[in-house]
T-cell receptor, first 115, second 114 residues
Framework: AQSVAQPEDQVNVAEGNPLTVKCTYS??????LFWYVQYPNRGLQFLLK??????LVKGSYGFEAEFNKSQTSFHLKKPSALVSDSALYFC?????????????FGAGTRLAVHP | KAGVTQTPRYLIKTRGQQVTLSCSPI?????VSWYQQTPGQGLQFLFE???????NKGNFPGRFSGRQFSNSRSEMNVSTLELGDSALYLC?????????????FGPGTRLTVT
């Protein structure tokens, strides 16, 4: 079965410092990987995806993610964190079992950026 | 284009009642999926509808059901509500063509069962 793991419940970082939110995956076949962000009382907003191609994927709001096949990881990164980046971040993988798609989400990582 | 809309945004129900939630997808999107988000279980897939047919289903009891209309709008229904059904219910739409599986989420309906 497809799965993703986010090993950190919370990540704390000072504003202006680089941030990394970790994600590892387990899939059969080629992975379709996604990052979403959720602000309080809001739905999920799409940040970026990896389907194929370059291992470094650039997304919205200055975020990027690095796909590493040998380590089965897809960590989310940003060179310089903003206080407004504080939110809940979800890594997800596409599951196409049975021929139709759904997303399998990690447990989420709360990012807290301190001034 | 307008985003995915969900109504109502907040709902309070009593155990044993039933509830219907509504989702309007982005114009032109034919696939609508529903997810349940709880602190304990995280985000879990409920079901997906495409062209008025359920084509994918998660591991939820039969109390959870849904449907899709010809204009792609979707509703989900939960009967005989239990306290554990308290959750944020998220709807997501997808064009299902071209872009490989990019889903767009609505703001959610927060259901509280007392």
């Amino acid at each position: 079965a497809q799965s993703v793991a986010q090993p950190e419940d919370q990540v704390n970082v000072a504003e202006g410092n680089p941030l990394t939110v970790k994600c590892t995956y387990s899939v059969s076949g080629n992975p379709y990987l996604f990052w979403y962000v959720q602000y309080p009382n809001r739905g999920l907003q799409f940040l970026l995806k990896y389907i194929t191609g370059d291992n470094l994927v650039k997304g919205s709001y200055g975020f990027e993610a690095e796909f590493n096949k040998s380590q089965t990881s897809f960590h989310l990164k940003k060179p310089s964190a903003l206080v407004s980046d504080s939110a809940l971040y979800f890594c997800a993988v596409r599951d196409s079992t049975g021929g139709y798609n759904k997303l399998i989400f990690g447990a989420g990582t709360r990012l807290a950026v301190h001034p | 284009k307008a985003g995915v809309t969900q109504t109502p945004r907040y709902l309070i129900k009593t155990r044993g009642q039933q509830v219907t939630l509504s989702c309007s997808p982005i114009s032109g999107h034919r696939s609508v999926s529903w997810y349940q988000q709880t602190p304990g279980q995280g985000l879990q897939f409920l079901f997906e509808y495409f062209s008025e047919t359920q084509r994918n289903k998660g591991n939820f009891p039969g109390r959870f059901s849904g449907r899709q209309f010809s204009n792609s709008r979707s509703e989900m229904n939960v009967s005989t509500l239990e306290l554990g059904d308290s959750a944020l219910y998220l709807c997501a739409s997808s064009p299902d063509e071209g872009v490989p599986y990019e889903q767009y989420f609505g703001p959610g309906t927060r259901l509280t069962v007392t």
